[in-house]
């Protein structure tokens, strides 16, 4: 009886250690999985010898044993399923082995449990089986032997692979284990072979095997180095806080650091909300969102209960190939430092900011005091037409009120108004306050300060529209104005303001030629000149302002004599100066215009003034911009300084200047340089191309620090009259694609797709040639030497005992969007087509990344099963990332192993 509750006892243990691991991540590892079905065989086992043990009728003792022989043959098969799991030694055929194993613990059940091989009688106060069919005893000694000796086998040929110590030791550890359950089975498995009665003592040692197992996974995490619980491992013991959630958004697993940083010990939490501040609705929001977001990184920040710290918490979802959640793992970051940063900042950036709103506040206060200095000294030129400009500033200003403009667009057109007579400054006074009639050419003469003005102001962008205001204000709406002629809403919105200001202004005062006139006089006026010489809304809308009497058109604004001459002799002078240096036109001058246009390091155009030149030509004629990028610049620049960089600049502009003949060359940035040929020929760009590549390729070879750099170029055709914004927007897609694909070549932008594919086959050729010949056989630039050799090496180990053709497929992912993808989506693409080919791979094919848009895939299998496979691939690919601008393209070739 003691035997059989001991049994029973054992067996509950086993099973409570069962429920444990079904309890940790069940469903997502497999060696948890059949760690739980061997503690629940376990309790079988047990379960069944303590009933037989205790059953009086013979019949019922029967069924028990039954029921103890179904758990002992389901846990060493089990056992022998978990070993061959997390040892990784049988590679080929694995399943039919695990298949053959399966299939013989079931014969053996059913023959060995039959009435007829059974025989029970008592010995003192339990129950004890005989073993009286030759056959079945027979069978069932063979099994149990070919299974001692499948596992001892299995077991030398682990510890004969495994090199480190530790692992040595724990194939040790299992022969010890097995061999404690051999040990313990002498008594009711094999003594009732030979006609003896049973001991029930098996079962204590297949609890004792398994909760060795089950320590020596949790105490010394055992089965990390074979199994793939090495990243549980690392996060249980990382110093960073680390929460993986369930399928369902329970908490699975908080690590030790966790459980420290957020106040956990010794409390149960399975939710968000029992660590953080967040509601339950707002949890499930989030793992809504987390789950449905097609990015596998999302970041959210949040409080922490246990000390109120702000914490940024990083979510990584992790997916199965359905596209399910398996689980979501998140990493907790403390802000609380970096939150102190960002609050010290805060407050010198608001004491930066009213330093500058006040020096913001001065400067304006500056400028409209220069403004209305320049205005009256011009006005106090015609002392009949003093207080014009501040004056019709304010009319101005007035009727853009209400016409809906806001503050700054009204404060911008007072100042326009303000200066809108500033061409006068070239109109001699004798002209100006001239009494009498005026002749033709003095007429001219006075019409000319519009053009005058125009040129003083038009270089000037501290105020936008500043010159039209004095260019247009004398253009008619009905076309016969001056000096351009403009008409109707081909004039400027705020020439057309001025115009009635300056119009109701002129008739308001006295004139040298007359006195003022009359209000219903200048409104009646103002009405014969709707669409004649004013706009007929805007002048309508100052009629109406007129009428409301809104427009005084007595008050000025005063500044002091004094000051007003300094300030106004300073500004006019330098607008004067500005504008007179523009139309200069000596050799000198021209000299020193032309080097400010020079980059000083490569003497080629800067990038504002060659973009300015080649919008110019393109809109003449047809031709082709190149977009020109220096391959490994920064490198150079770190390796041998930054004098080695300039000299591969200026040796690619001399190259360049060499190559322009009529065309532009400029340096568009560190690295990259604008390159127009007004030429239209593939053939010829092309050899004009190809030319500039051989040379920098000779040039480069002579100079040791330079050899590591490259060209890459991207090309793109225009035809007269395209917009220059759209042809270097399609030359830099096809730099990327180049670059994407492989350096120290070019391409047009219409050819991109067709030369990723060309690309993609010159570089499985040139894998080939290292695989089937050697190394360095291999000529060319369009990867590293040291790049094709890594992956030539990853091949070769991978087929060493394969004897057949290996099959190589070069998988290239192609955008055939007209946005180009950014580096984040382009990697987002590629782990898209990692988890497609990860999906699809067996025992026979491998894969391993290539470049930036291309993945290798290798078979070891025929080319149909190969090329099936591939299809597979291309399908799941599409379903995971759902994007029609992608294209996925393959190129495939037989290699034969030397």
């Not at 409570?16 to 940790?24: A, E, F, G, I, N």
């Not at 079931?106 to 009435?115: A, C, E, K, N, Q």
């Not at 006026?525 to 007929?536: C, I, N, T, W, Y």
């Not at 999906?839 to 470049?851: H, I, V, W």
Request: aromatic share 10%.
């Amino acid at each position: 009886m003691i035997i059989n509750v001991g049994l029973f006892i054992a067996g509950a243990v086993a099973l409570t250690k069962s429920v444990l691991y079904m309890d940790r991540d069940w469903r997502l590892n497999s060696r948890n999985r059949l760690l739980s079905f061997m503690g629940a065989w376990a309790f079988v086992w047990c379960a069944g010898y303590a009933l037989m043990g205790m059953e009086e009728s013979f019949s019922a003792a029967f069924y028990m044993r039954n029921v103890g022989l179904l758990g002992v043959i389901a846990f060493m098969t089990t056992e022998f399923w978990f070993l061959t799991y997390v040892s990784g030694t049988i590679k080929k055929g694995k399943k039919l082995i695990l298949a053959v194993i399966s299939v013989a613990s079931v014969v053996d059940y059913i023959l060995f449990s039959r009435g007829g091989a059974q025989e029970f009688t008592r010995v003192g106060d339990r129950t004890c089986y005989y073993a009286n069919e030759s056959f079945a005893r027979n069978v069932h000694s063979i099994y149990l032997l070919i299974l001692i000796v499948v596992i001892s086998w299995m077991g030398y040929l682990w510890y004969k692979r495994v090199e480190l110590k530790r692992e040595k030791r724990l194939v040790l550890n299992i022969f010890v284990v097995n061999f404690c359950i051999v040990v313990a089975a002498i008594p009711d498995t094999f003594i009732p072979l030979m006609g003896k009665p049973s001991l029930p003592t098996s079962g204590f040692g297949g609890v004792l095997a398994y909760l060795v197992i089950c320590y020596m996974e949790e105490k010394y995490n055992a089965f990390s180095i074979s199994a793939s619980n090495l990243s549980q491992y690392i996060y249980r013991y990382v110093t960073v806080p680390v929460l993986v959630f369930s399928h369902d958004d329970t908490i699975a697993f908080v690590n030790d650091y966790g459980t420290q940083f957020l106040g956990l010990e010794g409390k149960e939490v399975k939710r968000l909300d029992q660590i953080f501040e967040i509601t339950g609705e707002e949890s499930n929001r989030l793992f809504y969102e987390i789950k449905a977001h097609e990015e596998v990184k999302q970041e959210y920040k949040l409080k922490s209960l246990h000390d109120q710290k702000r914490c940024r918490l990083n979510f990584t979802c992790i997916r199965d190939s359905y596209g399910e959640t398996y689980c979501i793992i998140c990493f907790v970051n403390d802000m609380s430092d970096e939150i102190k940063k960002v609050e010290a900042l805060k407050l010198v950036r608001n004491e930066l900011q009213r330093e500058v709103d006040e020096k913001t506040r001065q400067a304006e206060w500056a400028i409209f005091q220069a403004i209305a200095t320049v205005a009256n000294a011009i006005d106090a030129k015609d002392e009949y037409t003093k207080g014009h400009s501040v004056r019709v500033a304010e009319y101005s200003a007035e009727l853009a009120r209400a016409i809906g403009w806001n503050d700054t667009q009204i404060e911008n057109l007072h100042s326009i108004a303000l200066l809108h007579d500033i061409g006068k400054i070239g109109v001699p006074d004798s002209v100006l306050n001239k009494p009498e009639r005026l002749t033709e050419m003095e007429v001219e003469l006075i019409k000319s300060h519009t053009t005058i003005g125009g040129e003083i102001l038009k270089d000037i962008t501290l105020i936008d529209h500043l010159s039209d205001g004095a260019m247009y204000h004398h253009e008619r709406f009905d076309g016969n104005g001056y000096p351009k002629r403009l008409k109707g809403e081909e004039i400027p919105i705020e020439a057309r303001i001025i115009c009635i200001a300056d119009a109701y202004d002129a008739m308001n005062t006295d004139r040298v030629y007359r006195n003022k006139l009359p209000l219903d006089v200048i409104q009646e006026q103002l009405r014969a000149g709707k669409e004649v010489q004013f706009d007929p809304e805007l002048v309508d809308i100052f009629l109406m302002l007129l009428s409301a009497g809104k427009l005084s058109g007595d008050e000025a604004v005063e500044v002091d004599e004094h000051h007003a001459s300094e300030r106004t002799g300073r500004l006019l002078q330098s607008l004067i100066h500005k504008n007179m240096q523009k139309h200069k036109e000596s050799d000198g001058q021209d000299a020193v215009k032309d080097l400010g246009e020079r980059d000083y390091l490569t003497g080629v155009y800067e990038r504002q003034i060659g973009e300015g030149y080649t919008e110019a030509i393109m809109q003449e004629s047809a031709g082709c911009l190149a977009v020109i990028d220096i391959d490994n610049l920064r490198r150079v620049n770190s390796t041998y300084g930054h004098l080695a960089g300039d000299s591969a600049l200026k040796l690619l502009s001399q190259i360049l200047l060499e190559h322009k003949q009529d065309g532009i060359v400029a340096r568009y940035g560190g690295d990259e340089f604008l390159f127009y040929m007004k030429m239209q020929n593939q053939e010829e760009i092309q050899k004009v191309l190809e030319e500039i590549l051989y040379s920098y390729k000779c040039q480069r070879d002579a100079q040791p620090s330079l050899k590591r750099t490259s060209l890459s170029v991207g090309l793109c055709r225009n035809r007269k009259g395209d917009s220059y914004e759209q042809i270097y927007q399609n030359a830099s897609k096809a730099l990327y694609n180049v670059k994407q694909t492989g350096k120290s070549r070019y391409g047009f932008y219409q050819d991109t797709k067709r030369a990723a594919a060309n690309y993609a086959s010159i570089d499985l050729r040139r894998l080939v040639e290292v695989l089937e010949h050697d190394n360095q056989a291999v000529a060319g630039e369009n990867m590293e030497q040291q790049e094709l050799k890594r992956i030539a090496s990853y091949i070769t180990k991978y087929s060493r005992n394969y004897t057949g053709t290996v099959k190589i497929a070069m998988i290239t992912i192609c955008h055939n969007g007209t946005e180009e993808k950014s580096l984040e989506q382009q990697e987002y693409l590629m782990r898209c087509m990692h988890v497609a080919i990860m999906n699809n791979l067996g025992d026979t094919k491998a894969a391993t990344r290539f470049s930036s848009v291309q993945y290798l895939a290798i078979f070891l299998c025929e080319e149909q099963q190969a090329v099936e496979t591939v299809n597979q691939i291309f399908k799941r690919f599409y379903r995971i990332c759902n994007d029609r601008d992608i294209d996925v393209s393959y190129e495939m070739k037989e290699c034969k192993m030397r």
